[in-house]
């Protein structure tokens, strides 16, 4: 079985859309969004992208490029994880902030 990546806390990635839609399905947690990305050194993920990363993505296409941060809080005795994502224009490699909604709790790449 391939080694599972998963997004490191506070260290930015900047990943590249391989298609213009995820794929949706329907699991026992609820709805997920599987993108197909690909990292500076171009290799290729799946990533299964929050709700609150979804709504933010959802509107770029193939080639579209992000750069995606986790973050964590903890909140009493709960951890609370955030994403920031900032959407990366071709030509000049210019970010843009994308506000986020809501604070998740998974955030993971294949």
């Given at each position: 079985m391939p080694e599972r990546k998963k997004l490191e806390l506070n260290r930015p990635i900047s990943l590249e859309l391989l298609f213009d839609e995820p794929?949706?399905?329907q699991s026992r947690y609820g709805e997920y969004y599987l993108y197909a990305v690909k990292?500076?050194?171009n290799t290729e993920y799946s990533f299964f992208a929050p709700d609150d990363v979804h709504q933010?993505?959802?509107g770029m296409r193939k080639g579209d490029r992000f750069e995606i941060t986790k973050t964590a809080e903890q909140k009493g005795s709960m951890i609370l994880t955030k994403h920031e994502i900032k959407a990366i224009t071709q030509p000049a490699q210019q970010t843009k902030q994308i506000s986020p909604k809501e604070p998740q709790k998974i955030a993971r790449l294949c």
């Amino acid at each position: 079985m391939p080694e599972r990546k998963k997004l490191e806390l506070n260290r930015p990635i900047s990943l590249e859309l391989l298609f213009d839609e995820p794929m949706v399905g329907q699991s026992r947690y609820g709805e997920y969004y599987l993108y197909a990305v690909k990292n500076g050194s171009n290799t290729e993920y799946s990533f299964f992208a929050p709700d609150d990363v979804h709504q933010r993505i959802k509107g770029m296409r193939k080639g579209d490029r992000f750069e995606i941060t986790k973050t964590a809080e903890q909140k009493g005795s709960m951890i609370l994880t955030k994403h920031e994502i900032k959407a990366i224009t071709q030509p000049a490699q210019q970010t843009k902030q994308i506000s986020p909604k809501e604070p998740q709790k998974i955030a993971r790449l294949c």
